[in-house]
């Protein structure tokens, strides 16, 4: 992969990874493109160039942290490759554990006795019907 190219819009897959010569170009470029504003009250031009300084190192620990990152994300993914664990593989595992999770809330107990009742009492409620019905339809003849 040519680091060179890579892309460094934060809202990209790639999310800055750019090279390092990249990133310390952008960020001395950004620190020291500040250089022609006015400073902050109470801040002098040292404590200024300090500051910048200090953002130039931590722009690059951020993109170390970044290349870092995604070393790790690659190898788990081929990790999981090995493994045969495949992105629809762990979402039909989390479903499943979601499932049983649901099935042993107490929330989910109450509700399948709740309507486990109501069907006995529906079934009960029509079958009376339905005799009545039989009855009626049989005292007409």
Do not use: F
């Amino acid at each position: 992969m040519d680091t060179a190219n890579q892309d460094i819009n934060l809202n990209s897959p790639n999310k800055g990874l750019g090279g390092s010569e990249a990133l310390a170009d952008m960020s001395a470029e950004g620190a020291v493109g500040n250089a022609g504003h006015v400073l902050p009250p109470g801040l002098s031009e040292e404590e200024a160039e300090e500051l910048r300084t200090e953002l130039v190192k931590v722009e690059e620990e951020i993109n170390t942290l970044r290349q870092v990152l995604l070393a790790k994300e690659k190898h788990a993914t081929e990790l999981k490759r090995k493994l045969g664990l495949s992105p629809l593989n762990e979402l039909k595992q989390n479903i499943t554990k979601g499932w049983q999770d649901v099935q042993t809330s107490n929330a989910y107990k109450k509700t399948q006795e709740t309507l486990s009742q109501a069907g006995q009492k529906t079934t009960a409620a029509l079958s009376t019907v339905g005799t009545a019905i039989s009855r009626r339809l049989g005292d007409m003849r």
